[in-house]
């Protein structure tokens, strides 16, 4: 019998030490038991992602700068900046109406002058 042949086994997984400068050797999974590890797995990842993050891992965040963070975030753009783009905007409304009233007017010059001919 050898323990390493998993054709003995039924494929089933199994683990065996490594003989040293020996590669390492993959477990083989008989196809019945494919679906009934991938439910175990989903069923353990759905309880580790439940319970968040590990307790050490919360204890540790130090949240005694956020506000200072999300204020500083407030002025990611420059006073100047904005004020140079609400100029802009402001300008480009003018300019938007001006283009509509000269249209208007364009279509009620092609409008006279089809009257006139």
């Known amino acids: 019998e050898d323990p ?3 054709a003995q ?3 089933n997984v199994r683990s065996h030490s490594q003989k040293p400068g020996s590669t390492p050797r993959i477990p083989t999974i008989q196809v019945d038991h ?4 991938l439910r175990e797995f989903l ?3 759905v309880k580790l992602r439940d319970e968040g993050p590990p307790k050490e891992i919360q204890d540790v965040r130090d949240n005694s700068k956020d506000g200072e963070y999300w204020e500083a ?3 990611v753009i420059p006073e100047r900046t904005l ?3 609400d100029a802009l905007g402001a300008a480009l409304l ?3 109406k001006v283009l509509t009233r000269r249209s208007e007017l364009f279509s009620e010059a ?4 089809r009257q006139n001919s």
């Open 4 to 6: 390493t042949d998993p």
């Open 9 to 11: 086994d039924g494929g």
């Open 34 to 37: 494919v679906l009934t590890i």
């Open 43 to 45: 069923r353990e990842f």
């Open 73 to 75: 975030l407030t002025r």
């Open 83 to 85: 004020k140079l783009w």
């Open 94 to 96: 003018e300019y938007h």
């Open 110 to 113: 092609a409008a006279l002058q």
